[in-house]
């Protein structure tokens, strides 16, 4: 008798261990999937991570837009319903080729303050007047401003009466009354602060729609080097680039692709720089040019993409890219961070002999797994350049790609 509760008390504790344990998978699960996916017209809801988790294929298959699918562990206990929204995958030109980046801000960007040496004690008319490294002044008593010269001929022409700057800090709309003070080394009048008006760089493009010319790449934004502020665009140029060669990247010190633009005519117009990446159009000529004979590749939903294998396009040297080896390391489905999705693993022995890794210029290079564009290469790990982060393509198509 007493062996027979034993056993049975063993089975007790065995089934409440099993079903915490059932349910603690679903509690994982539940935080690790997405609140809303997008699914092709003809697909199944679905994370290819995940084969072990069921749909409700009635209820994602409604007719509603958005519709609601259940997600269940093994088709028994409902872990998570989630919003399933039906668009067919675009077929999209694979980039990986290197361009140069010119912009030209809208407005000037504040980079540095400082004192100005004026009779009696100097002093800083910036920081008096409130402005903050960052800032980004659009006009100066009305007059719309393109360029360090044209603020500082306001200035100028001030003769030291407050000058009126419109600025913006983040999503904010200010205004600031700047008193000018007279520099005796300039011999003019000051306002006690550096801006930047534009700037240039290299980076990758990750893809091309064939149909419109419009284009994605970096997979992050272009960022003001001091501030660190996403740069605002007024005009921006994509122009030709040549790879010459690589600073090999190495633990606790970046490479960076090196190249020069080239003489050829410009690839296209940029016309928005955000969260996502920079996006442009291409012109008819670049757009023919690039599109020979480059391969073309189904956008790969998030809930496709798997840990493991996959290949990156990128160029290392001269212009036309080549695909390496890769694994994808770990995937997250339902982060907040817009450019870092998936941790990527650079296991190509050519590039590693070249590169070291992902390298600074390679923002942007698209990510292939299974036949489908799934992603791009966003940020190098200082402590490990063979390894980094990857935005979802996903999300670089929802970031305003040109139409």
């Not at 980076?203 to 502020?229: R, S, W, Y």
């Not at 493991?308 to 907040?336: L, Q, W």
Request: charge should be negative; hydrophobic fraction near 35%; charged fraction near 20%.
């Amino acid at each position: 008798m007493q062996i027979e509760k034993i056993i049975k008390k063993t089975a007790a504790i065995v089934l409440s261990a099993a079903v915490c344990g059932i349910f603690g998978a679903a509690g994982y699960y539940s935080l690790r999937l997405p609140e809303s996916v997008t699914v092709s017209s003809d697909g199944s809801v679905g994370f290819a991570m995940y084969p072990e988790l069921r749909c409700d294929r009635e209820t994602a298959d409604a007719g509603i837009s958005p519709g609601k699918a259940t997600l269940s562990l093994f088709g028994a206990i409902p872990v998570k319903s989630v919003s399933v929204h039906r668009e067919e995958a675009p077929t999209l030109i694979a980039g990986g080729r290197p361009f140069g980046v010119k912009l030209l801000m809208e407005g000037v960007m504040v980079t540095a303050t400082g004192n100005v040496d004026c009779p009696g004690d100097d002093v800083c008319p910036a920081e008096i007047a409130g402005v903050e490294v960052g800032d980004v002044i659009r006009l100066a008593d009305g007059v719309k401003l393109s360029s360090n010269a044209d603020l500082q001929q306001v200035i100028s022409d001030s003769a030291g009466k407050d000058v009126t700057l419109s600025l913006t800090r983040g999503s904010a709309e200010l205004k600031a009354c700047l008193h000018p003070v007279y520099s005796e080394s300039a011999k003019t009048w000051r306002g006690g602060m550096w801006v930047r008006d534009s700037i240039a760089g290299i980076g990758t493009m990750t893809f091309i729609n064939k149909d419109t010319g419009g284009f994605a790449g970096l997979g992050h934004p272009v960022c003001d080097t001091d501030t660190g502020e996403i740069i605002p665009i007024q005009s921006g140029e994509a122009v030709p680039v040549e790879i010459t060669g690589a600073r090999k990247g190495s633990v606790g010190k970046p490479g960076e692709l090196r190249g020069r633009f080239t003489r050829s005519p410009f690839l296209g117009v940029l016309e928005r720089n955000c969260e996502s990446g920079i996006y442009g159009r291409l012109s008819d000529e670049a757009l023919s040019e690039l599109a020979e004979g480059a391969g073309e590749f189904r956008l790969g939903y998030r809930q496709e993409i798997k840990t493991g294998s996959a290949e990156i396009y990128t160029t290392v040297n001269g212009s036309v890219p080549r695909s390496y080896s890769a694994e994808i390391e770990s995937i997250d489905y339902n982060g907040s961070e817009t450019t870092k999705n998936m941790v990527i693993h650079i296991t190509d022995p050519d590039l590693i002999s070249e590169t070291g890794g992902i390298v600074q210029g390679m923002s942007g290079s698209p990510i292939i797994q299974d036949g489908r564009l799934i992603g791009a290469v966003t940020h190098v790990f200082v402590s490990d350049p063979t390894r980094g982060y990857a935005i979802f393509a996903e999300n670089m198509l929802e970031g305003d790609m040109p139409q």
